[in-house]
Nanobody
């Protein structure tokens, strides 16, 4: 059973930075990708960034140049470094792990950016 636990969210002023962490525990085989999604009030959950098992990264246009997804395999942790935050980045951020056999989600961490 895979478990994902996010941390690092909080309240930050526009222009500030936050680093989200996603601790992965349990047995993981045939990983396809780690990813971060977000969901703002009244909106659908959207992909922010993904990191494939081969190290390929993809970003939503809104995140390009500001956010960086990375992975520390020794710590079984995935990060999302967010810089130059904007009020429109306010959302609950979810960690996702997709394998050949499953699609797992964390409980989410709130990020609030004040103007």
């Amino acid at each position: 059973q895979v478990q994902l636990v996010e941390s690092g969210g909080g309240l930050v002023q526009a222009g500030g930075s936050l680093r989200l962490s996603c601790a992965v525990s349990g047995t993981t085989f045939s990983v396809i990708a780690n990813a971060w999604y977000r969901q703002a009030p009244g909106k659908q959950r959207e992909l922010v960034a993904s990191l494939s098992d081969r190290g390929t990264t993809t970003y939503d246009d809104s995140a390009k140049g500001r956010f960086t997804i990375s992975r520390d395999n020794a710590k079984n942790t995935v990060y999302l470094q967010m810089n130059s935050l904007k009020p429109e980045d306010t959302a609950v951020y979810y960690c996702n792990l997709r394998t050949k056999w499953s699609n797992s989600w964390g409980q989410g961490t709130q990020v609030t950016v004040s103007s």
